[in-house]
């Protein structure tokens, strides 16, 4: 396997990490100041559920997803692939997951390269011909090699508790409001409503910039695990046809994992504008590229 490190990826790891800590620091102090509590309180509560993200973030995503952890008794194929690619990839054997969905998609979760899981639903394993799908599963294990699941799940907690302010805020404000709470009872729930919603935009924004990018670099990881750029590319065109059939109860159900599917759920006009991942034309269009770069050696 010819793997090349990507600085470019690390970059941008490391950029989104040291915004997300300033943010994580900001959003804990003006929380603390308007609504109360104490920064050891909610620090402790931040820290836990931080530690519970972090260790445990592989099976909080599967059960988000209803997916199951399967043994090789029950899919071999699946697991003879897997167990095959990670070992081009130079790579322990993940979890091996499945989804019971018509929904052809997969994703890797977890926080680093001996805590990962791969999960691929029952749609895509129907959908696509061995060769695609060892390329996609190529693709998800790229994902653990380059170690960008982390920066995802903790981008993505950051993103859900500050909604979590936003959605459940004024329901909280008014007991505190009626109780004279500091900095101004309600007034101080307010701002700490439009911090969390400020929080909330750009900690998605950096989850949409970083996975744009790490989904090109996914793709080259796995034509470079598989050395058959040509498959992942008819393996996307194929996931993505098939997602106009699926029907939308479905597709609303597991849009929230978007940033973790290989071809994110659409939703019209301003679901491609905010899409986490790049068009699906421009990575066919560099896994072309790279099939020509192979065969021109």
Not at 142 to 170: C, E, P, Q, Y
Not at 189 to 196: C, W, Y
Not at 256 to 278: C, D, Q, W, Y
Request: contains cysteine; glycine residues 10%; neutral net charge.
């Amino acid at each position: 396997m010819n793997w090349q490190a990507d600085w470019g990826l690390r970059l941008r790891m490391f950029v989104t990490m040291f915004l997300l800590f300033a943010l994580y620091i900001v959003f804990a102090a003006v929380i603390t100041t308007y609504v109360g509590g104490g920064l050891l309180v909610f620090g402790l509560l931040f820290g836990g559920f931080s530690l519970v993200q972090y260790y445990f973030s592989d099976t909080l995503t599967l059960r988000s997803m209803g997916a199951k952890t399967v043994s090789a008794d029950e899919y071999p194929q699946l697991h003879a692939s897997i167990e095959r690619l990670s070992q081009q990839a130079d790579l322990p054997k993940p979890k091996v997951a499945v989804v019971d969905s018509n929904t052809p998609n997969a994703f890797a979760t977890g926080r680093n390269q001996k805590n990962a899981a791969v999960c691929v639903t029952t749609g895509i394993m129907n959908t696509l011909e061995q060769d695609e799908l060892d390329g996609v599963l190529a693709h998800e294990l790229a994902h653990v090699k380059n170690r960008d699941m982390m920066v995802m799940t903790i981008a993505s907690f950051l993103s859900t508790i500050a909604f979590m302010m936003v959605r459940w805020g004024a329901f909280f404000g008014g007991g505190h409001s009626r109780g004279g709470g500091r900095q101004g009872g309600g007034g101080g729930i307010v701002v700490a409503i439009l911090v969390s919603l400020v929080v909330w935009i750009i900690s998605y924004l950096l989850i949409r910039a970083l996975s744009r990018y790490r989904e090109y670099a996914a793709d080259r990881g796995a034509a470079a695990i598989t050395g058959n750029p040509s498959a992942l590319a008819s393996a996307l065109l194929k996931i993505s046809g098939e997602m106009d059939k699926v029907p939308k109860d479905d597709l609303r159900e597991e849009a929230e994992m978007n940033a973790f599917f290989i071809i994110p759920i659409k939703s019209g006009v301003v679901g491609r504008l905010f899409s986490t991942h790049p068009p699906t034309e421009k990575r066919v269009e560099q896994l072309r590229d790279l099939e020509r770069e192979m065969q021109s050696f």
